[in-house]
């Protein structure tokens, strides 16, 4: 069993930057791919950006040039750093992690951390 926890979420002025952390217990993390998603008030949750088992990453195209998703597998972290911080991206932001492995699929959700952009 995976447990992922969040960090980072607040408030911030338009323009501005953030920077969210989700650290995972459990083993195999490097296996994993790890993504952030974002779900805004009225609206489904949606994929901001993705980071493969080898380092590949994709990004949505509304936060292209702006975020940027890292991992470390060291320290079973997975971190993205939004700048130029818009309204459009107020929404809570969960931790994903997904592992297909032998016919089985793993897939493990964090709690969720708030980012609203505000002035």
């Known amino acids: 069993q995976v447990q992922l926890v969040e960090s980072g979420g607040g408030l911030v002025q338009p323009g501005g930057s953030l920077r969210l952390s989700c650290a995972a217990s459990?083993?195999?993390?490097?296996?994993?791919?790890a993504g952030w998603y974002r779900q805004a008030p009225g609206k489904q949750r949606e994929l901001v950006a993705g980071?493969?088992?080898?380092?590949?990453?994709t990004y949505a195209d509304p936060v292209k040039g702006r975020f940027t998703i890292s991992r470390d597998n060291a320290k079973s972290t997975v971190s993205l750093q939004m700048n130029n911080l818009t309204p459009e991206d107020t929404a809570v932001y969960y931790c994903?992690?997904?592992?297909?492995?032998?016919?089985?699929?793993?897939?493990?959700w964090g709690q969720g951390t708030r980012v609203t952009v505000s002035s």
């Open positions: 994903n992690l997904n592992l297909r492995r032998f016919g089985m699929t793993y897939n493990y």
């Open positions: 459990g083993n195999d993390f490097s296996f994993y791919v």
């Open positions: 980071v493969s088992s080898r380092g590949n990453t």
